[in-house]
C-alpha cells in the first residue's frame, strides 16, 4: 500500500490542523493505521494509531485530549486532526500502516512521505 500524506503547515500555538492520509489500493480497512512524528535531532515517537474497523484507537500522552484519529475507509482516508497545538509539537508527521496492530513501537510495514507541522510560539 502507497500513502500520501498532507495538511501539514506553519500555524501558532493554540491553532488547529488535520492531517489527512491517502492511501492507494482498495484494501485499505485491511490495515491498522497510525501517525508518528519525528522533531528535529530526536527519534521518531508514536502520537496515535486506530484499528482497522475504526472503533479502536490509542494515543501518546503527550497529545492525549488534543489531537484526533480517525479514518474513512470508503475514501482510504486516515485523519488526524490536531487541536490547541504547541511548539513541541512542531515536527514531521508520518502515517503508517500496518496488518497488525500498531503501538507506540515505529516498526510498521508501510510508511508516507511525511509531512512538517511547525507551530510558532
Known amino acids: 500500500v502507497q500513502l500520501q500524506a498532507s495538511g501539514g503547515g506553519l500555524v501558532q500555538a493554540g491553532d488547529s490542523l488535520r492531517l489527512s492520509c491517502a492511501a492507494s489500493g482498495r484494501t485499505f480497512s485491511m490495515y491498522h493505521m497510525g501517525w508518528f512524528r519525528q522533531a528535529p535531532g530526536k527519534e521518531r515517537e508514536f502520537v496515535a494509531s486506530?484499528?482497522?474497523?475504526?472503533?479502536?484507537?490509542l494515543y501518546a500522552d503527550s497529545v492525549k485530549g488534543r489531537f484526533t484519529i480517525s479514518r474513512d475507509n470508503a475514501r482510504n482516508t486516515v485523519y488526524l486532526q490536531m487541536n490547541s497545538l504547541k511548539p513541541e509539537d512542531t515536527a514531521v508527521y508520518y502515517c503508517?500502516?500496518?496488518?497488525?496492530?500498531?503501538?507506540?513501537?515505529?516498526?510498521?510495514?508501510?510508511w508516507g512521505q511525511g509531512t512538517l507541522v511547525t507551530v510558532s510560539s
Open positions: 503508517a500502516a500496518d496488518r497488525l496492530p500498531i503501538g507506540t513501537i515505529a516498526d510498521c510495514d508501510y
Open positions: 486506530i484499528s482497522r474497523s475504526g472503533s479502536s484507537v
